[in-house]
């Protein structure tokens, strides 16, 4: 029986082309993300080749005070992102992979990136997390949507159930044989993602494989629940595909609109004009109570002082420089707290809605989402306020620009170390396909008796 069920379902012309076009926009998505890791691999070697020449270039120029020299230079840190970041792209293709920066003020200089046009940003990018939680389903509602109903409607069903003691035998075995045909696709995906996109095969992969497979999993127990509450097939193609839609369209960007009204974040804006009004307005104001305040800040420094017979002074400019990042600090946090919180919210959101919860888990697994930027963004405010420190005594003790190894200073990089969650990876998702899997068995009972 099962070799017949499988010779019929192989003969279906539209399911096969059901399932080749899934394969070939599986295979398009992959090239994809192939284009992206290339453009981001060359734009943080073309930051790294910028910040020598740009080194170089300067020390070419300047041949003054160090203070001068340092006023100019940038140094640079990369966020690269994991062969596995080819398949979830998530943020990062609005965020630039690597950042430039000099010890001057911070704030103004987080959110300088490339100029992307809007209406390619508006519709995103076509990659492997967008085949599989938006495609893949459309493609199991279409191949199952119909396994039981249409036994029904054409009159065999009644011919099964008396020939047989398990006549459900027949549809589950029809519906394991889509399950095993999806599944076929997908791994195959995974065998060219792993050779195309150079992914190692490490933990990390091996989760991103397993929440792919529960989300495939999901569908299919939901569609089986759908066809046991033995409605017609029209009925099952509308309440299958108006599942779809709100589960991965309509709900999302309703809480997402939620989410924007809960958290919002004013401090963005308050955030930069604080860090400007900092420092420039300190050129109009008395300049012991500017150099008072960094020496609290930095109680190390408090030996130098500001020339009384001079306007002007390199440990005076560095101070107010100091005080743009410092009178940003609360507005800067308070937009840290909020951006948590939608991250956090966002994941509660994730067991309810099992779309989300894989987006965000691929995302994660990728190292492609809001926590791995918030994580590069912290790591370059460290990176800034170690360049500080470093070069803060040499400005004030004017020590030669010569007696520095320029040519050391080369592009550094974040890691993203976050382990694994495995058990917000599993729960959800386990949850509902097991809540489904026992209301089907239910309902199957109450057709049997």
């Not at 020390?59 to 062969?83: K, Q, S, T």
């Not at 095993?180 to 095969?201: D, E, G, H, K």
């Not at 929440?211 to 629940?225: E, G, Q």
């Not at 694994?420 to 026992?438: D, F, H, K, M």
Request: hydrophobic share 45%; proline share 4%; aromatic share 12%.
């Amino acid at each position: 029986m099962t070799q017949l069920l499988i010779k019929q379902y192989v003969r279906s012309k539209g399911l096969m082309i059901g399932l080749l076009l899934l394969f070939i926009t599986g295979v398009v998505s992959l090239h994809i993300g192939k284009v992206f890791l290339e453009q981001q691999h060359e734009t943080i070697e073309n930051t790294a080749h910028a910040q020598k020449e740009h080194i170089d270039r300067n020390l070419g120029f300047v041949h003054g005070h160090i203070g001068l020299l340092l006023y100019y230079i940038r140094f640079g840190l990369a966020n690269e992102a994991p062969a596995l970041a080819g398949l979830s792209i998530g943020h990062r293709d609005i965020r630039p992979p690597a950042q430039l920066v000099n010890i001057r003020n911070l704030e103004e200089q987080k959110n300088t990136s490339e100029l992307v046009n809007p209406y390619y940003q508006l519709l995103g990018n076509m990659d492997f997390s967008f085949v599989l939680i938006y495609l893949f389903p459309l493609i199991i509602i279409a191949i199952c949507f119909n396994l039981f109903s249409e036994e029904k409607e054409s009159g065999t069903w009644q011919l099964v159930s008396s020939q047989s003691q398990k006549p459900f035998r027949i549809i589950r075995a029809k519906i394991l044989i889509r399950l095993v045909s999806v599944l076929l696709v997908l791994l195959l995906l995974f065998l060219i993602a792993t050779v195309y996109l150079s992914i190692p095969l490490d933990k990390v992969y091996g989760a991103f494989v397993l929440s792919s497979i529960l989300y495939i999993l999901f569908w299919f127990v939901a569609v089986w629940f759908v066809i046991n509450l033995d409605k017609s097939s029209n009925e099952n193609a509308l309440i299958l595909l108006s599942s779809w839609i709100n589960l991965t369209i309509v709900i999302p960007a309703a809480l997402n609109n939620v989410v924007e009204n809960l958290y919002p974040i004013p401090e963005a804006y308050e955030t930069t004009i604080d860090g400007r009004d900092g420092y420039h307005n300190k050129w109009d104001q008395p300049k012991e109570p500017t150099i008072l305040k960094f020496k609290e800040h930095y109680p190390q420094f408090s030996k130098y002082e500001h020339p009384e017979d001079q306007s002007f002074g390199w440990f005076w400019y560095y101070a107010i420089q100091q005080m743009g990042d410092d009178e940003a600090t609360e507005a800067r946090q308070a937009m840290k707290d909020k951006l948590y919180a939608r991250n956090r919210f966002t994941k509660l959101i994730g067991y309810v809605l099992p779309s989300v919860h894989t987006q965000l888990s691929l995302n994660s697994l990728g190292k492609s989402d809001m926590s791995n930027y918030l994580n590069y963004m912290d790591a370059l405010e460290q990176f800034h306020e170690d360049k500080r420190l470093m070069f803060y005594p040499m400005i004030f003790e004017n020590v030669a620009i010569s007696s520095e190894k320029w040519n050391e200073h080369k592009l550094e990089y974040f890691e993203d170390k976050r382990e694994t969650e495995w058990i917000y990876l599993l729960l959800p998702i386990l949850i509902w396909s097991g809540l489904l899997l026992w209301l089907s068995r239910t309902k199957m009972k109450e057709q049997l008796k």
